[in-house]
């Protein structure tokens, strides 16, 4: 059993940034790679980054490179998302994944069986 739980949503102006945390606990092996989507309604769910925690490999979408960094810290099994340069369709919920494994390619929410509750973010102009 995977618990994962995201905090750090809020309402910022563009330009702005925001640090999102995803806290894991549960079963090590099961969560080995970690990702954060969003989504906005009446669209489908994004792939934004992933972190391979064993090695820190990282993987972003085009969207957010040079503007999202995923991190982590292993002692507290929390996992970032820092973003910068905020833009206005940055604004949607963003969802914490865990897997067993990452797909260094893409970031495809049917590879992540576990999911957290998600946490809220608008980005105003």
């Known amino acids: 059993q995977v618990q994962l739980v995201e905090s750090g949503g809020e309402s910022v102006q563009a330009g702005g940034s925001l640090r999102l945390s995803c806290a894991a606990s549960?079963?090590?092996?099961?969560?080995?790679?970690v990702a954060w989507f969003r989504q906005t309604p009446g669209k489908e769910r994004e792939g934004v980054a992933s972190?391979?925690?064993?090695?820190?490999?990282?993987y972003y979408t085009d969207s957010v490179k040079g503007r999202f960094t995923i991190s982590q810290d292993n002692e507290t099994n929390t996992v970032y998302l820092q973003m910068n340069n905020l833009k206005p369709e940055d604004t949607a919920m963003y969802y914490c994944?865990?897997?067993?494994?990452?797909?260094?390619?893409?970031?495809?929410?049917?590879?992540?069986?576990?999911w957290g509750q998600g946490t809220q973010v608008t980005v105003s102009s």
């Open positions: 994944a865990a897997n067993s494994y990452c797909v260094t390619t893409r970031i495809d929410d049917r590879d992540f069986p576990h």
């Open positions: 972190i391979y925690t064993r090695a820190g490999r990282t």
């Open positions: 549960g079963d090590i092996s099961s969560r080995r790679c």
